[in-house]
């Protein structure tokens, strides 16, 4: 009797510490954030989006700062993996897609991207990890 | 007299606006920063889209890095970077305003390294401090490279790191600068 209940209690500890283990390594080697399968939290215009953080930065970047945002504007510039919106939003590509092509210059898009804030040199607002929508 | 007067006011006012129009500058400038210790996980992160502006006619340059950007490989690190050391919701930015010393672009060639000073105000987790280091700039076609290497120290900056994972990051970050700024 004294013996099985020992044995319950070694199997009931092992089984906690197996569990602790498992999301422990869960927890230290979580996966980053997939903003291409993240649903935005804001839909915004870039004109609008811009005027937001010139009229009150600090206020925007308490809205915007981190969250995966769709930005509709015209594609005003083409680098080889970045670009920029209205003259206004800066775009920079995640990892997966590398190239922003050349003949997007001038259409209206909407992309979606993370903002990582606002970039005051050059009054640009800048989205990281963006893939383009449509 | 006066159309006279007009034309030179006019040569001025371009003069001055050829001057101020020499400004290269990028929207892309890697800025990657390692802290690892031997035997751990390394701690290393990279920024690539830095932004940066020379005015050539003065030298005079600034950097800015918005945390949010640097990326890690372990997404935990990035998060703790960003949340308990950096405090990046508040302190969004990360700044250097300085300037190259002695610095003329005429004396760029290209695809030959030039050794400038670099002495500015560096700004990490809201606290502003003098740094100087040495930069290398090089024409490369149309375009400037710029790259600097140069290390801080944490605690300069406020940036507490607790005795658990003290073992684990290096007392003195390194940090890397790459920057081919185009004409604007």
């Known amino acids: 009797m004294a013996k099985s209940h020992k044995k319950k209690v070694v199997l009931i500890l092992g089984g906690i510490l197996l569990l602790a283990l498992f999301f422990g390594y869960r927890y230290i080697n979580q996966e980053h954030r997939d903003i291409s399968t993240e649903k935005a939290v804001f839909e915004v215009g870039a004109q609008q989006l811009s005027n937001d953080f010139k009229n009150n930065e600090e206020e925007a970047t308490k809205k915007y700062l981190n969250k995966t945002l769709q930005v509709k504007g015209q594609i005003t510039t083409v680098e080889a993996n970045s670009g920029s919106l209205d003259n206004a939003v800066f775009f920079i590509l995640g990892h997966k897609e590398t190239v922003v092509q050349k003949s997007l210059k001038g259409k209206v898009v909407t992309i979606k991207g993370r903002c990582i804030g606002y970039d005051n040199l050059l009054e640009e607002v800048k989205l990281d990890q963006t893939t383009i929508i449509e | ?184």
């Open chain 2, 1 to 184: 007299m006066i159309k006279k007067n007009i034309l030179l006011l006019a040569m001025i006012l371009l003069t001055m606006l050829e001057i101020s129009a020499q400004k290269f500058f990028t929207k892309t400038g890697t800025l990657d920063f390692e802290a690892s210790v031997e035997a751990f996980e390394p701690v290393k992160a990279s920024h690539s889209s830095t932004t940066a502006v020379l005015d050539a006619s003065t030298g005079k340059i600034a950097v800015l890095a918005l945390v949010k950007g640097f990326r890690f490989k372990n997404a935990l690190m990035e998060e703790h970077f960003n949340e308990n050391y950096m405090e990046s919701d508040e302190l969004p930015k990360t700044k250097f305003e300085g300037s190259l010393g002695n610095f003329s672009v005429n004396d760029l060639k290209s695809g030959e390294e030039k050794e400038f000073k670099i002495d500015g105000n560096l700004t990490i987790h809201g606290i502003t401090k003098a740094i100087e280091t040495l930069a290398v700039l090089k024409m490369n076609g149309k375009d400037i490279s710029l790259t600097t290497n140069f290390s801080v120290l944490p605690a300069d900056y406020g940036i507490d790191i607790p005795s658990v994972v003290k073992d684990k990051i290096a007392g003195k970050i390194n940090i890397t600068s790459n920057f081919n700024l185009i004409k604007r």
